[in-house]
C-alpha cells in the first residue's frame, strides 16, 4: 500500500515541478512596471512626509516666536 502512494507522490511531484516557477515569473516589461510603480509610490511616500515635517515646523517656530515675544513684551518700553 505505501509503493503506490509513493509512486503516486512521486510522479505528482515531477508532473507539477517544472510548471510551478513558470506560473510567477514576469517579464521584464512587467518587472519595469512595477518597479515604475513602486518608485512612485516610494515618491508619494517622501513627498507626504517632507509636508507634514514642514508644517510641524512652521507651527514650532510660530509657538517659540510667540513664547520669546511674550517674554520681550514687558521689557521693551513703549515708544509713543
Known amino acids: 500500500m505505501k509503493l503506490p502512494i509513493a509512486r503516486l507522490a512521486l510522479v505528482t ?14 517579464t521584464a516589461g ?20 517632507t509636508s507634514k515635517t514642514a508644517e510641524k515646523a512652521g507651527k514650532k517656530v510660530k509657538d517659540t516666536t510667540k513664547k520669546a515675544t511674550k517674554k520681550v513684551e514687558p521689557k521693551t518700553p513703549d515708544k509713543q
Do not use: I, R, S
Open 30 to 49: 512587467q518587472d519595469m512596471k512595477q518597479a515604475g510603480k513602486e518608485v512612485k509610490d516610494a515618491a508619494k511616500e517622501t513627498g507626504k512626509a
Open 13 to 26: 511531484l515531477f508532473a507539477v515541478a517544472p510548471v510551478a516557477p513558470l506560473t510567477y515569473a514576469q
